[in-house]
């Protein structure tokens, strides 16, 4: 079955630690993309890749950092510069325009 | 900028009552309106979607009209279950990126039903 895979589901990290969220996809998308959730709030656009090689800003990138090496991986690294990490973080995929797909989400803690 | 606000939560209703739940978005242009669902500890699922004015989606007894006299996409169910239980989040899509779908979404509403 094709789909979108995070990994770990929970993630428990020490503050001024980096820390690195999985996400794979095998649905053949060449655009990826990552959110952050937080509790009472919508989704927010981290970064987005549209493909190999190439990612761009979402609205609240700073404090993160992403790479595109392969058409199905795209890798988010949460850094100690980011002032409030906790959340939940869902990565997504689409065919260039058309709907977006989700994964099921990494909730990360830092404490 | 384009923004979407949904009707704040949490909505708790019985089995087999009618839903709706408010979606109102401000937007340049014409863009696409989606509603997605979010059931307790995973990620979303596109549960309809609508790409121009008086245009309906539907979907598992789902239904919202695209309005664009009043920008409104108000989801509605005629009567609900206790399996819809869950988070709904309207959302648009941004301007136009090629190659990719920048989506603005609304805060989420949490729908409880009771059997």
């Known amino acids: 079955d094709g789909g979108i895979t995070q990994s770990p589901k929970y993630l428990f990290r020490k503050e001024g630690q980096n820390v690195t969220l999985s996400c794979e996809q095998n649905?053949?998308?060449?655009?990826m993309y990552w959110y952050r959730q937080d509790p009472g709030q919508g989704l927010r656009l981290i970064y987005y890749?549209?493909?190999?090689?190439?990612?761009q800003k979402g609205d609240i990138a700073e404090g993160y950092s992403v790479s595109r090496e392969k058409k199905e991986s795209f890798p988010l690294t949460v850094t100690s510069a980011q002032k409030n990490p906790t959340a939940f973080y869902l990565c997504?995929?689409?065919?260039?325009?058309?709907?977006?797909?989700f994964g099921p989400g990494t909730r990360l803690t830092v404490t | 900028g384009n923004s979407v606000t949904q009707m704040e939560g949490p909505v708790t209703l019985s089995e087999e009552a009618f839903l709706t739940i408010n979606c109102t978005y401000t937007a340049t242009g014409y863009p696409s309106l989606f509603w997605y669902v979010q059931y307790p500890g995973e990620g979303l699922q596109l549960l309809l979607k609508?790409?121009?004015?008086?245009d309906k989606g539907s979907n598992k007894g789902f239904e919202a009209t695209y309005r664009k006299e009043t920008t409104s996409f108000h989801l509605e169910k005629g009567s609900v279950q206790v399996s819809d239980s869950a988070v709904y989040f309207c959302?648009?899509?941004?301007?136009?990126?090629?190659?990719?779908?920048?989506?603005?979404f609304g805060q989420g509403t949490r729908l409880t039903i009771n059997p």
């Open positions: 649905l053949n998308h060449d655009a």
């Open positions: 609508a790409t121009k004015a008086d």
């Open positions: 959302a648009l899509s941004d301007r136009w990126i090629q190659g990719a779908q920048k989506l603005v």
């Open positions: 890749s549209q493909i190999v090689n190439d990612f």
């Open positions: 997504a995929s689409s065919i260039g325009e058309s709907e977006q797909y």
